[in-house]
């Protein structure tokens, strides 16, 4: 079956008969009544009844003819995408962010391009630390966002808005059941719950505590459930918590350091990816959260 028998048959019902699909296709009736007597031969049963006056479909040809209308939309939707990659939208986008970052922004970016009908699908993958920046690396990807320097060569950097950390422990673990402000040495009784890795190059008040860690996590997440069922403290991110803490159902430690921490994220894109209109308008939203 060709596209040409398609377009044939769906126009010859839609406008009810062989002369006005003629003209709207630019063909002759005799080429129009070829192309549905050589799809009528590939099928090997009639489309149309015989002897009737008008186009009546027989019930296999109504079925051909809502399959034909099916591979005309998928026809016209892949027209429509070949001439969207040729106006510089890629076909993919791979980022990889950090875990601690909201992902809130990216679903706003899903939901503009799916407005926009832009062709691109963007793949984000998530990692932490120094290994978000491996992970770009080994997949190649278009752009990381880090919490820490960006090392990569052939990348252009551009500083996202700044967010906030907190060391927090639930209302009710034993370290809120003191008003006084305790000791770095003191806290080394309770459990200190972190994410995999050292976060020293992030400049935490807490550094001494990671050798000693007495859990560790593969995301935010599980840690968040671990501190709200009292195991231990450890850094959240504000965004993950600003209903606990509005609560106070989460609270801050209250010790001899700093308790609240600024992260600095910092966009990362390919001189290559640059040219890219879907990277243009991730970046552009990137920059306005």
């Not at 090392?151 to 673990?173: C, M, N, Q, W, Y």
């Not at 640059?274 to 990277?279: D, E, V």
Request: hydrophobic content about 40%; overall charge positive.
């Amino acid at each position: 079956m060709t596209v040409d028998q398609a377009r044939a048959l769906v126009n010859v019902v839609e406008l009810g008969g062989y002369a006005k699909a003629a003209d709207k296709l630019g063909k002759s009736h005799s080429a129009l009544v070829y192309l549905i007597r050589s799809l009528e031969g590939h099928c090997g049963f009639r489309i149309f009844e015989p002897k009737t006056y008008r186009s009546t479909l027989t019930p296999e040809g109504r079925r051909v003819w809502l399959k034909c209308q099916e591979i005309l939309a998928k026809v016209d939707e892949l027209d429509q995408m070949c001439g969207l990659f040729a106006d510089k939208w890629e076909a993919s986008l791979k980022v990889v962010l950090d875990g601690i970052l909201p992902f809130d922004p990216f679903l706003k970016i899903y939901q503009d391009f799916r407005k926009m009908k832009v062709p691109t699908v963007v793949q984000t993958y998530t990692d932490f630390l120094q290994d978000v920046e491996k992970t770009f690396v080994g997949m190649e990807a278009d752009m990381l966002i880090s919490i820490l320097p960006i090392r990569a060569s052939g990348i252009e950097t551009v500083e996202l808005s700044p967010f906030k950390s907190l060391l927090v422990a639930h209302r009710d673990h034993p370290v809120h059941q003191s008003a006084k402000r305790w000791h770095v040495d003191e806290l080394h009784e309770f459990s200190f719950l972190t994410i995999r890795g050292s976060r020293s190059q992030l400049g935490l008040s807490t550094a001494e505590f990671e050798e000693s860690a007495s859990f560790f996590f593969s995301d935010f997440a599980s840690k968040k459930v671990a501190i709200q069922k009292k195991v231990g403290f450890g850094w959240l991110p504000e965004h993950m918590i600003e209903t606990e803490l509005r609560n106070r159902v989460l609270q801050p430690i209250k010790w001899e350091r700093r308790s609240v921490h600024e992260i600095r994220p910092v966009l990362g894109v390919r001189r290559s990816s640059q040219g890219g209109r879907a990277a243009q308008l991730v970046v552009e939203a990137l920059k306005q959260i």
